[in-house]
């Protein structure tokens, strides 16, 4: 099968839609050259810097019969849109009674191991989790990638797309007749029967890395990809736990109040997955921290895959 | 004549100091010593210094992510800021901001910022804590085209001309934001038109003219000073280079625009200006100047390099205050 990057299978699941709905439009302060040439300027829209300002016209848009795809380029600058999201976008169906739907799709990179200081290496995808309304999508794969994105996109409600920048030139198998991937289905990325490691995005990889090491010595890693965090895949994640009784969580971003926060208690508070468990679990996450610029700085405070080793080793021998 | 001849040569040596610091800054963020991401000023040099050059010890400007100009004509130290670039220790963040985030509060620059107009809101609370002080100092910002666009760009001055804040926007015309052209992305050529409809005065100044900016600077500071409020003073320029260092990345801009605005180069215009004004420069001392600068470049990377990397630990310091 042909092998395209994430990146490529973003495009791909944005044009491949516009060509298949023409209500979609596509609203960013970058035109990319090429989808104007094929959709033209009307629906391909170059936005000024006002974050704010299209968010909203993508809601008025949305409500009125189109399906905007917003690009907000790095999740960053959504903090702008922050009004538009949190007390529009994500409340509007439910506060006027269903009247009306908004299917809207916002994109926007997340994570950091740029180098690129604080406010351009977040992950803050839980915050919005905690908003009721919104769903959001997090792919570790081209193929999940474009499988996802095209369900966000035929979705009747906001989504969020958050897109690992660390993934960005990863190359996948991606095939090219049409497909999506359901949202709310997490994918079980390597089987294994000692302990379950519930991996985000990038750390997916980091995670996989670390099972082959944890193979050589006899511990046998099962890796499960959420692929959207909401909704969650709580029973996948749970029946994983279950069957292995020890679950490690990897994320991007910091622990407090995070996704792998609400992973674990979806994890404990179910009584069958809590009385399967042998061992506390362990979540290994960024330091909480904003994320600094200097190299040495910015490693100390991110997750990776010995990071994972160690929070293995820690719960094997725990129990 | 409003700028003497001694204060010109003084902006050139900044302009040249500005422009060679980004040079090498460029240059080592192609061979890794600098991470992240660079902007360049170069050929803007001309708005931050001939602003700058009118304010005083005490007032305050604030920056957007095309930053290290600004701090230097503000009369950032060179060896801190190449630290920062660095990443090291004795950079004005140790290590912690890199170049969308340089700052000096000690000399009255409160900021990098990599949220494009995320500074107009907060130097307007420098304006306002300026005029509660009431000593006469007043706040500057500094944003691109695109930058007017951001609706913290309306509120801000809505409030700063309401209030009669000591601010002065400096709006840096460049024709383009990111790869975006402001012909696409404003409905009027001028963004200072705009200051009409928020009651304070707009002024269309050209930006590669170091002296007219330093004399529409120095009005509007005297405004400012005097209690009449702000002003919007749009300076027309344009970046000789790609929105920023990464390889790579295409360049949409026509080469005609581009060539048409490197043949105005603040610098050379500078120069030739001052050797007009009898005996007042010559090429030998510029190129003498040049020398001294290249020579402080040259330390600032020696104090860069010999300044460690911070302690990986210390990414868990200065999250809160003591
Ligand atoms: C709120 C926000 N949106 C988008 C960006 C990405 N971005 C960085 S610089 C830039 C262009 C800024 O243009 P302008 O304000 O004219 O300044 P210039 O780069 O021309 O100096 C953009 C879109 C950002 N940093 N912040």
């Known amino acids: 099968m042909r092998e395209i990057s994430y990146a490529r299978a973003g495009m791909e699941a944005v044009t491949e839609e516009m060509n298949r709905d023409p209500k979609t439009i596509h609203l960013a302060t970058d035109a990319p050259p090429a989808m104007v040439e094929e959709f033209g300027a009307a629906r391909v829209r170059a936005t000024p810097i006002a974050e704010n300002a299209f968010s909203g016209i993508a809601i008025g848009a949305a409500g009125s019969g189109y399906r905007p795809i917003v690009n907000w380029s790095m999740v960053t600058f959504s903090f702008v849109a922050m009004d538009q999201i949190v007390n529009q976008a994500s409340k509007i169906h439910y506060m006027f009674g269903g009247q009306q739907t908004f299917p809207i799709v916002f994109r926007s990179s997340v994570g950091g191991g740029t180098n690129l200081a604080a406010q351009h290496s977040q992950s803050p995808y839980s915050m919005f989790m905690n908003l009721a309304g919104l769903k959001m999508i997090l792919p570790s794969t081209p193929y999940d990638m474009k499988g996802l994105l095209k369900s966000a996109i035929r979705d009747n409600n906001p989504v969020l797309s958050f897109e690992s920048t660390r993934l960005m030139g990863v190359k996948g198998e991606v095939p090219e007749d049409d497909y999506t991937i359901p949202l709310g289905v997490a994918d079980v990325k390597r089987t294994g029967s000692d302990i379950t490691v519930v991996a985000l995005a990038w750390l997916v990889h980091e995670a996989l890395a670390a099972a082959e090491v944890m193979e050589k010595e006899g511990v046998s890693v099962e890796v499960v990809d959420p692929r959207t965090l909401y909704p969650m895949d709580n029973d996948t994640i749970r029946a994983s736990v279950q069957k292995t009784g020890r679950l490690v969580i990897a994320d991007e971003a910091g622990p407090t109040a995070g996704a792998s926060a609400e992973i674990a208690a979806l994890v404990t508070e179910d009584a069958t997955t809590f009385a399967a468990m042998k061992a506390p679990l362990c979540r290994v996450c960024a330091l909480q921290v904003p994320i600094p610029y200097s190299p040495g700085l910015e490693d100390h405070v991110f997750p990776n895959r010995h990071r994972i080793i160690a929070g293995i080793r820690e719960v094997m021998s725990a129990g | ?322």
Request: aromatic share 6%; hydrophobic share 40%; charged share 20%.
């Open chain 2, 1 to 322: 004549m409003s700028a003497s001849p001694e204060l010109q040569r003084e902006m050139l040596r900044q302009m040249q100091t500005i422009r060679r610091f980004e040079e090498r800054a460029s240059d080592d963020y192609q061979s890794g010593a600098i991470y992240g991401v660079v902007h360049c000023y170069i050929g803007e040099e001309a708005v931050a210094v001939g602003v700058c050059s009118a304010l005083k010890d005490g007032d305050q400007i604030i920056s957007n992510h095309r930053g290290h100009g600004h701090c230097i004509a503000k009369g950032a130290d060179l060896n801190r800021m190449m630290a920062e670039l660095y990443g090291r220790e004795d950079g004005f963040c140790k290590g912690k901001g890199g170049s969308m985030h340089i700052a000096d509060f000690s000399i009255g620059m409160l900021g990098a910022n990599g949220i494009v107009g995320g500074g107009l809101s907060i130097i307007t609370g420098a304006g306002l804590a300026a005029q509660m002080d009431g000593d006469g100092g007043v706040a500057v910002g500094f944003f691109g085209d695109g930058a007017s666009n951001a609706g913290s760009f309306h509120e801000s001055l809505n409030i700063a001309a309401s209030w009669k804040l000591p601010v002065i926007y400096v709006c840096e015309h460049n024709s383009w934001a990111a790869n975006t052209a402001a012909t696409m992305t404003h409905g009027a050529a001028d963004v200072a038109g705009r200051a009409a409809g928020y009651g304070m005065p707009g002024i269309v100044v050209d930006g590669n003219d170091v002296v007219a900016v330093y004399d529409a600077a120095t009005q509007a500071i005297a405004r400012a000073r005097a209690g009449e409020g702000p002003t919007l003073l749009e300076c027309k320029t344009y970046r000789h280079r790609n929105h920023t260092e990464r390889p790579g990345a295409v360049d949409p801009r026509p080469a005609s625009e581009i060539a048409a605005w490197v043949a105005r180069d603040p610098i050379p215009m500078l120069l030739e200006q001052l050797k007009q004004q009898q005996g007042q420069f010559s090429d030998a001392e510029f190129q003498a100047m040049d020398d001294e600068i290249l020579a402080q470049i040259e330390a600032s990377v020696a104090f860069a390099e010999a300044s460690p990397f911070p302690a990986p630990e210390s990414a868990l310091d200065d999250v809160f205050a003591d």
